[in-house]
């Protein structure tokens, strides 16, 4: 009894203090423990790693291990990034984790056994630095994995929480145990820490990652993308902030090595040495700590992104200015302070807001590649730096400060250039989002984002307002709610739905009074975040408010709490067990058996189904199954998108087929939208296992440009290459779509050159065959003229898509915006902008691929083909059996059947073979057409 009050009160404070929920608190503590082992393992290790490295090799060998660990880590995480999709994440894990704990043990063996060899100590610095890396990354990685991403927008903060605890318990131990048991034991104790998360690890992963299906696996994992340095490279947003991180670790180098030569010269003996650093890593965690609770929000706010990236640098400055006078210990801690304390607070919020307004998709990316590549790369160079600075030309630490001076100079350049290209960002961002007609574009202009934003809210068009609201979820900024809390009365529904998400990620100030009207709402989604802000926010009193909502006298608003119990219960066992979800939706199931009134059956049965979608109960699917074959348009529909809701590969097939049906097509592309990137895959498996239709393949282009992500492109990519041209045109039509509405999503410009260059050879291949039955249709007999005919139409519409699909392709490699206003002059009735287009053309292309498509281009606008054509383009005219064997190669089933047809009517004895080869066809249509050639060949 007493252990329960205790929970209850714990769980209390959690709720109160974190706004941890029912079904979180076994996760957050879970992922809280594993990266606190990481990081009190990491700061046991450190101190002393650095102790025993500057003792046995001295400070001026440690330019060179910074390069070693730069090298390193570049081949490691290439390495990582390789075979992360093949190997299971937990082995991985499991790996890495057991390893590092034996090669502790293995370490502290070889120390007391006798003095090792430098190389022993360049590799415990070198292993210590990659496993930082690889191990932290690895549990952010489970964590996107055991929190969907509304829970992770609460919860990562008090998971972080668990690092800073880490960090500080970790140093100061090291500082108290280290002169009392030495160094090197204490390496034996980060080892047995270590151990500790391999059973932490193993039974987060059981009971929290191993229950997902494969597709909620993918959509909660996010890749680095197939080209890292181009995404940047196209972006100076981005190129800005890299260099900003890789100037920032240059310094940082520079001011480590300043802070080890000046510790290692003031403490000799090895163990103190390990406990002075112990003592001040976790002192400048604690310093961070405080800074970040009271400093960081007033800062940032206040003066904006632009001078908080000024922070940093400036105190280094300055620093090193101090340093160049009074080079001694205290000096070097201030520096050091100065570096970790700010970089871990002022700067680093500082630096995720500049990739705010950045799609969250090529953000992630971004950040990933920079936090690994970036960061190592400059590691290195910050090496090479001080090797040049202290073996080459013999400076003292004193005067390494001197190359400080330079570079906070660079950094700040670029501070400023990222502070602009960050204003101009968020505005494109929100011209997009205008309403047409709407002039005003409220948008950042001044040194604070917030200010902006908050301009939008009060005085933005609607689709601003929205994007806005959007962004509010994920920077979790409270100084937004003073302009949010308006919205909730707001004309339009989908801004007060929206407003309501925004406000459900603050667990204060508590608005419970002003939400509570908005349940009986006229607008059902508004009702349904209504129900679900009062359960999110309603603590001890969740129950009896559900039960108050769920025996309302008003259906609708009863409805709207089963849906927004559901909402609240996604994924989460512990929370359908307290909302008694199951119970309830079996009690509807059965009560609604025994409603006459159909109107009142169908708001119920509304409900149900949209409740089975979002909470994604798997025992009630079969339930969904039924409903999809119901008579009903309107349920089939809402069992389509909650199917979608589900992610389960289970209903990708059924999706699929919905997709060959008219009235069903809206709704299945838009449950494939919300299953997410991590449908791609099932749907390549469907088409390459031939279970999905031509029909549906065609719509397959549509779900993939709604969802945005770099998996879209490499699918669309893929669909380029589909046997029938429909399918190929609708690929590019949506990757045109795609490089317009988000211009970071990185498409490989060799790859595009290499389709425009294939598909100019089979224009000027088709043009040859047209060219040459054409000429031979006035020689023919009635029968085999018709026939050829209907050849002749196919390839002069084969002539259309294949330029069609040149100038999509161009539009992948050059702005589509000015590729494709070409293309639609090109087709105009008037020659002036017919032969405007081509010349402006002309000047954007260049070199081979100028050389390739402009002749074809000229072409396109002939009326006729003559002979002089003919022989400009250089093109061999092919005799009537090679023309046959050439487009019976094509992909274009009708083609293949107006050829066969043709060779029917001709009865050509030497087509026989050809023939032939066609009538054990795949395609029975194709097989058909063969046979019948056949005979008419053999009864010639």
Same mark, same amino acid.
């Given at each position: 009894?007493?252990?329960?009050?205790?929970?209850?009160?714990?769980?209390?404070?959690?709720?109160?203090?974190?706004?941890?929920?029912?079904?979180?608190?076994?996760?957050?503590?879970?992922?809280?423990?594993?990266?606190?082992?990481?990081?009190?393992?990491?700061?046991?290790?450190?101190?002393?790693?650095?102790?025993?490295?500057?003792?046995?090799?001295?400070?001026?060998?440690?330019?060179?291990?910074?390069?070693?660990?730069?090298?390193?880590?570049?081949?490691?995480?290439?390495?990582?990034?390789?075979?992360?999709?093949?190997?299971?994440?937990?082995?991985?894990?499991?790996?890495?984790?057991?390893?590092?704990?034996?090669?502790?043990?293995?370490?502290?063996?070889?120390?007391?056994?006798?003095?090792?060899?430098?190389?022993?100590?360049?590799?415990?610095?070198?292993?210590?630095?990659?496993?930082?890396?690889?191990?932290?990354?690895?549990?952010?990685?489970?964590?996107?994995?055991?929190?969907?991403?509304?829970?992770?927008?609460?919860?990562?903060?008090?998971?972080?929480?668990?690092?800073?605890?880490?960090?500080?318990?970790?140093?100061?131990?090291?500082?108290?145990?280290?002169?009392?048991?030495?160094?090197?034991?204490?390496?034996?104790?980060?080892?047995?820490?270590?151990?500790?998360?391999?059973?932490?690890?193993?039974?987060?992963?059981?009971?929290?990652?191993?229950?997902?299906?494969?597709?909620?696996?993918?959509?909660?994992?996010?890749?680095?993308?197939?080209?890292?340095?181009?995404?940047?490279?196209?972006?100076?947003?981005?190129?800005?902030?890299?260099?900003?991180?890789?100037?920032?670790?240059?310094?940082?180098?520079?001011?480590?090595?300043?802070?080890?030569?000046?510790?290692?010269?003031?403490?000799?003996?090895?163990?103190?040495?390990?406990?002075?650093?112990?003592?001040?890593?976790?002192?400048?965690?604690?310093?961070?700590?405080?800074?970040?609770?009271?400093?960081?929000?007033?800062?940032?706010?206040?003066?904006?992104?632009?001078?908080?990236?000024?922070?940093?640098?400036?105190?280094?400055?300055?620093?090193?200015?101090?340093?160049?006078?009074?080079?001694?210990?205290?000096?070097?801690?201030?520096?050091?302070?100065?570096?970790?304390?700010?970089?871990?607070?002022?700067?680093?919020?500082?630096?995720?807001?500049?990739?705010?307004?950045?799609?969250?998709?090529?953000?992630?990316?971004?950040?990933?590649?920079?936090?690994?590549?970036?960061?190592?790369?400059?590691?290195?160079?910050?090496?090479?730096?001080?090797?040049?600075?202290?073996?080459?030309?013999?400076?003292?630490?004193?005067?390494?400060?001197?190359?400080?001076?330079?570079?906070?100079?660079?950094?700040?350049?670029?501070?400023?250039?990222?502070?602009?290209?960050?204003?101009?960002?968020?505005?494109?961002?929100?011209?997009?989002?205008?309403?047409?007609?709407?002039?005003?574009?409220?948008?950042?202009?001044?040194?604070?984002?917030?200010?902006?934003?908050?301009?939008?809210?009060?005085?933005?068009?609607?689709?601003?307002?929205?994007?806005?609201?959007?962004?509010?979820?994920?920077?979790?900024?409270?100084?937004?709610?003073?302009?949010?809390?308006?919205?909730?009365?707001?004309?339009?529904?989908?801004?007060?739905?929206?407003?309501?998400?925004?406000?459900?990620?603050?667990?204060?100030?508590?608005?419970?009074?002003?939400?509570?009207?908005?349940?009986?709402?006229?607008?059902?989604?508004?009702?349904?975040?209504?129900?679900?802000?009062?359960?999110?926010?309603?603590?001890?009193?969740?129950?009896?408010?559900?039960?108050?909502?769920?025996?309302?006298?008003?259906?609708?608003?009863?409805?709207?709490?089963?849906?927004?119990?559901?909402?609240?219960?996604?994924?989460?066992?512990?929370?359908?067990?307290?909302?008694?979800?199951?119970?309830?939706?079996?009690?509807?199931?059965?009560?609604?058996?025994?409603?006459?009134?159909?109107?009142?059956?169908?708001?119920?049965?509304?409900?149900?189904?949209?409740?089975?979608?979002?909470?994604?109960?798997?025992?009630?699917?079969?339930?969904?199954?039924?409903?999809?074959?119901?008579?009903?348009?309107?349920?089939?529909?809402?069992?389509?998108?909650?199917?979608?809701?589900?992610?389960?590969?289970?209903?990708?097939?059924?999706?699929?087929?919905?997709?060959?049906?008219?009235?069903?097509?809206?709704?299945?592309?838009?449950?494939?939208?919300?299953?997410?990137?991590?449908?791609?895959?099932?749907?390549?498996?469907?088409?390459?296992?031939?279970?999905?239709?031509?029909?549906?393949?065609?719509?397959?282009?549509?779900?993939?440009?709604?969802?945005?992500?770099?998996?879209?492109?490499?699918?669309?990519?893929?669909?380029?290459?589909?046997?029938?041209?429909?399918?190929?045109?609708?690929?590019?039509?949506?990757?045109?779509?795609?490089?317009?509405?988000?211009? *970071? %999503?990185?498409?490989?410009? $060799?790859? &595009?050159?290499?389709? +425009? @260059?294939?598909? #100019?050879? =089979?224009?000027?291949? !088709?043009?040859?065959?047209?060219?040459?039955?054409?000429?031979?249709?006035?020689?023919?007999?009635?029968?085999?003229?018709?026939?050829?005919?209907?050849?002749?139409?196919?390839?002069?519409?084969?002539?259309?898509?294949?330029?069609?699909?040149?100038?999509?392709?161009?539009?992948?490699?050059?702005?589509?915006?000015?590729?494709?206003?070409?293309?639609?002059?090109?087709?105009?009735?008037?020659?002036?902008?017919?032969?405007?287009?081509?010349?402006?053309?002309?000047? *954007? %292309?260049?070199?081979?691929? $100028?050389? &390739?498509?402009?002749? +074809? @281009?000229?072409? #396109?606008? =002939?009326?006729?083909? !003559?002979?002089?054509?003919?022989?400009?383009?250089?093109?061999?005219?092919?005799?009537?059996?090679?023309?046959?064997?050439?487009?019976?190669?094509?992909?274009?089933?009708?083609?293949?059947?107006?050829?066969?047809?043709?060779?029917?009517?001709?009865?050509?004895?030497?087509?026989?073979?050809?023939?032939?080869?066609?009538?054990?066809?795949?395609?029975?249509?194709?097989?058909?057409?063969?046979?019948?050639?056949?005979?008419?060949?053999?009864?010639?």
């Amino acid at each position: 009894m007493k252990r329960s009050v205790l929970e209850d009160h714990f769980k209390r404070f959690l709720r109160l203090a974190f706004d941890i929920r029912e079904g979180e608190y076994g996760r957050a503590l879970l992922m809280q423990l594993n990266i606190f082992l990481v990081i009190l393992s990491l700061l046991i290790v450190k101190p002393v790693v650095q102790a025993l490295f500057l003792s046995n090799v001295g400070v001026r060998k440690l330019p060179v291990v910074f390069i070693l660990v730069a090298a390193v880590a570049m081949v490691v995480s290439s390495l990582y990034a390789r075979y992360l999709h093949r190997i299971p994440l937990k082995t991985i894990m499991h790996w890495t984790i057991g390893s590092a704990a034996m090669a502790q043990v293995v370490l502290v063996i070889l120390l007391h056994v006798g003095p090792g060899g430098v190389w022993l100590y360049y590799a415990f610095y070198v292993a210590t630095a990659i496993f930082g890396v690889v191990a932290t990354s690895q549990i952010w990685i489970l964590a996107n994995l055991v929190f969907t991403n509304r829970e992770a927008t609460r919860l990562f903060g008090f998971i972080g929480a668990g690092a800073i605890a880490g960090g500080i318990t970790g140093g100061y131990l090291t500082s108290a145990l280290a002169p009392l048991v030495g160094a090197e034991n204490l390496v034996m104790l980060s080892a047995v820490v270590l151990a500790g998360c391999i059973p932490v690890t193993s039974y987060t992963w059981k009971t929290h990652v191993a229950p997902l299906n494969p597709l909620q696996h993918r959509n909660r994992l996010t890749t680095f993308g197939d080209h890292p340095i181009r995404l940047i490279r196209k972006s100076r947003h981005l190129v800005y902030l890299a260099s900003i991180v890789g100037v920032g670790v240059i310094v940082a180098k520079l001011v480590d090595y300043q802070f080890s030569a000046l510790a290692a010269s003031s403490i000799e003996d090895s163990d103190e040495l390990a406990a002075f650093f112990g003592f001040w890593f976790s002192t400048f965690n604690v310093v961070s700590l405080g800074i970040q609770l009271f400093l960081t929000r007033r800062i940032v706010g206040v003066y904006g992104v632009g001078v908080s990236l000024f922070v940093l640098p400036a105190t280094l400055l300055f620093g090193a200015m101090v340093l160049l006078v009074f080079p001694v210990l205290a000096v070097g801690i201030f520096m050091k302070a100065a570096d970790v304390t700010l970089k871990q607070s002022i700067n680093k919020s500082a630096t995720e807001l500049l990739a705010l307004p950045l799609p969250a998709t090529i953000k992630y990316q971004a950040k990933s590649f920079i936090d690994i590549f970036v960061d190592s790369a400059a590691t290195g160079i910050g090496g090479l730096l001080l090797i040049f600075m202290v073996s080459g030309l013999d400076l003292s630490v004193q005067m390494t400060g001197l190359l400080i001076l330079p570079l906070a100079g660079i950094w700040m350049y670029f501070a400023v250039g990222v502070r602009s290209e960050y204003v101009n960002t968020f505005k494109r961002k929100l011209t997009d989002h205008m309403e047409s007609g709407k002039r005003t574009e409220p948008g950042p202009d001044s040194e604070s984002i917030v200010q902006g934003l908050c301009r939008v809210l009060q005085v933005g068009a609607e689709r601003q307002r929205l994007y806005v609201l959007r962004k509010a979820v994920e920077l979790h900024e409270d100084r937004l709610i003073p302009d949010i809390l308006p919205l909730l009365s707001h004309e339009s529904p989908a801004i007060r739905a929206a407003a309501l998400d925004a406000m459900y990620v603050f667990p204060s100030p508590d608005i419970s009074d002003m939400v509570a009207p908005l349940v009986e709402d006229d607008h059902y989604d508004v009702q349904i975040r209504a129900v679900a802000y009062l359960i999110g926010h309603a603590g001890h009193r969740r129950v009896a408010l559900l039960d108050h909502y769920l025996q309302h006298e008003d259906e609708i608003v009863n409805c709207a709490a089963l849906v927004g119990i559901a909402v609240e219960s996604r994924d989460n066992r512990e929370m359908v067990k307290l909302f008694k979800l199951e119970q309830r939706l079996h009690d509807k199931l059965h009560f609604i058996r025994m409603i006459e009134d159909a109107d009142l059956r169908f708001r119920y049965e509304r409900a149900i189904i949209r409740a089975i979608g979002r909470a994604n109960l798997e025992s009630f699917y079969p339930v969904l199954d039924n409903y999809l074959e119901e008579d009903h348009s309107e349920l089939v529909d809402l069992a389509l998108v909650a199917a979608g809701l589900t992610a389960h590969t289970r209903f990708t097939p059924v999706l699929c087929r919905a997709l060959e049906h008219a009235k069903r097509r809206p709704a299945a592309i838009q449950a494939l939208v919300q299953s997410g990137k991590g449908v791609f895959p099932e749907l390549l498996r469907l088409m390459a296992d031939g279970e999905v239709s031509l029909e549906a393949v065609r719509q397959f282009p549509r779900v993939a440009e709604r969802i945005r992500e770099q998996e879209a492109v490499a699918f669309l990519l893929k669909l380029t290459a589909h046997d029938d041209i429909t399918v190929q045109i609708e690929a590019l039509r949506a990757l045109n779509t795609l490089r317009l509405k988000e211009p *970071l %999503l990185v498409i490989e410009h $060799k790859k &595009v050159i290499g389709l +425009i @260059v294939r598909d #100019a050879a =089979l224009y000027l291949d !088709t043009l040859a065959a047209l060219y040459a039955e054409t000429h031979r249709v006035d020689s023919d007999t009635p029968a085999v003229a018709d026939a050829r005919r209907s050849l002749i139409v196919l390839l002069e519409r084969r002539l259309d898509l294949i330029l069609e699909r040149i100038f999509r392709l161009l539009g992948l490699k050059y702005p589509p915006e000015e590729i494709l206003p070409i293309y639609e002059g090109i087709q105009s009735s008037s020659a002036d902008l017919r032969t405007n287009s081509v010349e402006y053309l002309g000047s *954007l %292309l260049f070199g081979n691929l $100028k050389r &390739v498509v402009l002749p +074809i @281009v000229e072409t #396109a606008l =002939l009326q006729t083909v !003559t002979e002089e054509t003919i022989r400009l383009l250089k093109i061999d005219i092919p005799d009537q059996r090679t023309c046959f064997s050439m487009l019976l190669e094509s992909r274009d089933v009708k083609l293949k059947q107006a050829v066969l047809y043709l060779i029917e009517q001709l009865g050509d004895p030497g087509c026989l073979t050809l023939v032939q080869s066609f009538t054990s066809h795949d395609n029975p249509r194709i097989r058909d057409f063969a046979v019948r050639a056949e005979e008419a060949i053999q009864a010639s």
